[in-house]
């Protein structure tokens, strides 16, 4: 044999060699061994997964949840509404030589003499003293003119009643009788008509039943009484 080809089955021999160790899988320089993946493994890969998809869908709903504009500045929020007007819930001043009407104050003093009287605040009761009111006024409109009325004092207490207690002044009366007496507060003219309503028992009485002024012949006398033959009925 020559010494050619004893040079090619030596090298047939070492190919041989390394084939065999590579299918034994005892040495292989060039490629890398591929670790199988722990459970630990797996668990922080889980975990990095989970907090990358929370972190995006935080970031996702922050954009979505901020309103802006064509323009991308943000929207101003409205301005607040102003607040409602209030209603009186007492009755309130009545000037002197003013009329009270038939509106929310002339329905509060009603309310006002009824609670004073312990009479209940019925329907027929609430128009009776407001009928009265404009008995005395001439029927004029709430804040009009009215010759003769006494500050606080709607149903033109005069100097005449007897009993009457926190008059400051009268009013010189527009049908020529007594002057109306003037009080200085709601509650001291509320007063006063109920102390002037003791001396006119069937008025009283029928306040105090609920059934009012209105229509009611017991109440007639004592109406003319009161307006010095003015008017007998509200």
Not at 66 to 82: D, E, H, S
Not at 209 to 221: E, F, H, M, W
Request: net charge positive; proline share 9%.
């Amino acid at each position: 044999m020559t010494g050619e080809a004893v040079h090619r089955g030596r090298a047939r021999l070492l190919v041989r060699r390394d084939r065999h160790r590579d299918d034994n899988g005892t040495c292989r320089p060039a490629l890398a061994q591929k670790e199988p993946q722990t459970n630990r493994g797996r668990f922080l890969t889980a975990v990095i997964v989970i907090a990358a998809s929370l972190a995006l869908a935080a970031g996702c709903t922050t954009a979505v949840s901020t309103p802006r504009n064509v323009t991308g500045t943000q929207t101003p929020p409205a301005p607040p509404a102003p607040p409602a007007p209030s209603t009186p819930t007492t009755a309130q001043p009545l000037s002197s030589q003013t009329a009270i009407g038939t509106g929310a104050n002339a329905h509060l003093w009603a309310a006002a003499i009824l609670t004073a009287l312990g009479a209940p605040l019925t329907t027929a009761n609430i128009n009776s003293l407001v009928g009265w009111f404009q008995k005395e006024d001439n029927a004029g409109p709430e804040g009009a003119r009215a010759d003769g009325i006494g500050e606080n004092n709607p149903l033109s207490i005069t100097a005449f009643t007897p009993g009457i207690t926190g008059s400051n002044g009268s009013v010189t009366s527009g049908a020529g009788g007594p002057d109306n007496l003037t009080f200085p507060t709601v509650a001291a003219g509320v007063n006063a008509i109920r102390e002037a309503l003791a001396h006119y028992p069937d008025i009283r009485n029928a306040l105090v039943s609920g059934a009012g002024l209105i229509g009611n012949p017991a109440v007639t006398s004592e109406l003319s009484r009161w307006s010095g033959g003015g008017y007998n009925a509200v």
